[in-house]
């Protein structure tokens, strides 16, 4: 009985070395697609007792191997894997200040008693990208005792963050942002807000969740005293930017 070319291509993958991370072209979500654009299988690619994905033989690629042009990660870390981050910030509300929130300035009474731009979002943003590095928090990076970061736009921030993800060998796979405010909705502005910092992160729209919730007038910002945001980051092994 001749073979159908589905079973032909099936036994091929099999026998075939996995491509790494690099290697694999990406669709806009971020997920690894073959050429003809189709998304991997699970199921189909193996892995061992833990989980990772292994070649063939069961044994685990090392990390030269799967990232030869990258650098390498710090504290004897000898396999490169995605990485999780957590950031949190919250800033007090007081009237007739400047309201910043995911780069675009809100129209509203109040606004973020801050050193720079008090850009919630994107500090809990960029505290998540480092935390996912272990390379502390964002006070470490941009003290707000210094002279350099008073009033300073956030988004330059955010850049110069993601400058440093991209340095260490990843890159973004995906956000999701929760915003804690009373006050003014901004379920309206959640789309501008995606893009813009969609587009400093170099990835698309749909990887940078904003959800907004109120604090059901209850707590800081029930009362309308301050805001919170929590930020959850992937972050995805691949070739330092500029190199390969
Ligand atoms: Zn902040």
């Not at 963050?161 to 973004?172: E, F, I």
């Not at 956000?175 to 379920?187: E, G, T």
């Not at 904003?210 to 980051?233: L, Q």
Request: proline share 6%.
């Amino acid at each position: 009985m001749s073979m159908k070319t589905n079973d032909k291509e099936q036994l091929a993958n099999t026998t075939e070395r996995l491509p790494n991370a690099a290697e694999q072209p990406m669709n806009a979500t971020g997920q690894p697609v073959n050429v003809a654009g189709q998304s991997a299988n699970v199921a189909e690619q193996p892995m061992n007792a833990t989980g990772q994905l292994s070649d063939a033989e069961g044994r685990l690629p090392n990390a030269e191997e799967q990232f030869p042009n990258t650098a390498r990660p710090k504290s004897g870390v000898t396999e490169r894997l995605p990485r999780v981050g957590n950031g949190y910030d919250v800033h007090r509300l007081a009237p007739d200040l400047p309201f910043f929130l995911g780069g675009i300035r809100l129209e509203h009474p109040l606004g973020c008693v801050a050193h720079s731009d008090g850009d919630c979002l994107i500090h809990a943003l960029c505290d998540a990208l480092l935390g996912a590095l272990a390379l502390g928090d964002i006070g470490k990076h941009y003290p707000d005792t210094s002279d350099r970061y008073k009033g300073v736009d956030s988004k330059a921030l955010l850049k110069t963050t993601y400058d440093l993800v991209r340095k260490a060998g990843y890159r973004l796979g995906n956000a999701d942002c929760i915003v804690c405010l009373q006050s003014p909705k901004i379920a309206h502005l959640i789309p501008k807000m995606s893009s813009l910092l969609a587009h400093i992160l170099e990835v698309a729209e749909e990887c940078v969740s904003i959800k907004a919730t109120t604090g059901e007038r209850i707590g800081f910002v029930g009362r309308e005293e301050g805001i919170a945001v929590y930020v959850t980051v992937l972050l995805w092994p691949c070739r330092v930017k500029g190199e390969g």
